[in-house]
């Protein structure tokens, strides 16, 4: 007898102790149960489908950028991908190239899935970091430790002033539960106060400091290097490993936090635990490239578009997020303009084009 054919009570007994049983309507299009040792996981294969294709997409763009203008010929590049190639193509591809694809895709991936759980959070398509002024709080607690401190402990600056942003927003918006207007409007009046702030820090700055952060509160992806890249990788691999088993229980808040306890959901402790986990993923892509703006709103509702689905999202909402940043960074780096252009200009650009877009729908529906 199959664990699908064993009466409920000894088939409870068989997942919490026994192997990993998997249970759903996998063949039929519908979410498939996966269970085990202290695991519970819903996996939905379109979704599933959605991310891989986008991972895949955001794969070719990476291979774009590392073959853009034929200074290294493709073979050339696999080679030295692979430790076969030249010295000097392994230099180009290995020190010039790769850490700045590499931190593009995974800060990128960051954003879109912060993005994500904001919006599921807050329950409004404009909950981003961006917007409601966790980016900006990070940016300020990154620039406190460039300009007055150590900046090797960037990444602790950006995800402490993350943090206390995130306090003092739910603070304002206590009676939101941290959803709604209320939340939005706390968080553009939070975010904007701590842009003036970040621009009192540089006017107190040094020349050469203020011109350096300056550009890094574009958000940059042109002083990238090898060693910033694992440090983000892990961070981004620990924390999204860490929001997959509780981003059922944040999709089922849905209900409302009553029919949510019914179902054994303990909502404020969700909440918390999702906002730590969100506010964690920003800091991983503020501490490593500045606050990049717009990718953690557009990624998000662009992927449920492409997937068609509802809930978080969240291996999509990364994957587009990936995407986006690939792209937008390919973009800055092939304009004819006269220097090198920050890719915060480019996902700015690309921000109001998405907006302008949802205005003309909207105006013809």
């Not at 599933?48 to 073979?75: C, I, M, Q, S």
Request: glycine letters at 14%; charged letters at 15%; aromatic letters at 4%.
């Amino acid at each position: 007898m199959s664990v699908l054919e064993k009466p409920e009570a000894e088939r409870n007994r068989s997942l919490s102790g026994g192997p990993v049983a998997v249970r759903g309507r996998g063949l039929s299009g519908g979410p498939v149960a996966v269970r085990g040792r202290g695991l519970s996981l819903r996996v939905r294969p379109r979704p599933l489908a959605v991310a891989l294709l986008l991972t895949l997409l955001a794969a070719g763009t990476a291979a774009l950028a590392l073959t853009r203008d034929g200074l290294v010929p493709p073979a050339e590049v696999l080679g030295a991908l692979f430790g076969a190639g030249s010295e000097q193509a392994a230099f180009v591809v290995l020190e010039l190239r790769l850490p700045r694809v590499a931190l593009g895709l995974t800060v990128g991936a960051a954003l879109g899935a912060a993005g994500a759980l904001f919006q599921q959070l807050s329950r409004n398509p404009l909950g981003s970091p961006d917007i409601v002024g966790f980016n900006s709080g990070a940016a300020t607690g990154a620039l406190l430790v460039l300009l007055h401190g150590d900046p090797a402990y960037v990444a602790a600056g950006a995800a402490g002033g993350g943090l206390a942003t995130a306090v003092i927003v739910q603070l304002l918006a206590r009676r939101g539960s941290f959803r709604g207007n209320r939340l939005i409007l706390a968080g553009i009046a939070v975010g904007s106060l701590l842009a003036s702030v970040n621009a009192y820090l540089l006017t107190r700055a040094a020349l050469d400091h203020a011109q350096s952060a300056q550009l890094w509160l574009i958000g940059s992806l042109g002083s990238a290097e090898r060693h910033q890249v694992m440090p983000a990788l892990l961070g981004l691999g620990a924390l999204l490993l860490a929001a997959l088993p509780v981003v059922r229980r944040l999709d089922l808040l849905e209900m409302g936090d009553e029919a949510a306890g019914g179902l054994g959901v303990d909502a404020a402790r969700t909440r918390v635990f999702v906002l730590l986990i969100a506010v964690g993923l920003s800091a991983v892509a503020v501490s490593a490239a500045g606050p990049i703006v717009f990718v953690a709103l557009c990624a998000p509702q662009l992927a449920r578009r492409i997937g068609r689905g509802t809930g978080t999202g969240l291996l999509p909402a990364a994957a587009m997020g990936a995407l986006l940043l690939s792209a937008s960074d390919l973009v800055a780096i092939s304009l004819p303009t006269a220097g090198p252009l920050p890719v915060g200009v480019v996902t700015g650009a690309l921000g109001g084009v998405y907006l302008a877009w949802l205005l003309g729908r909207g105006r013809r529906r």
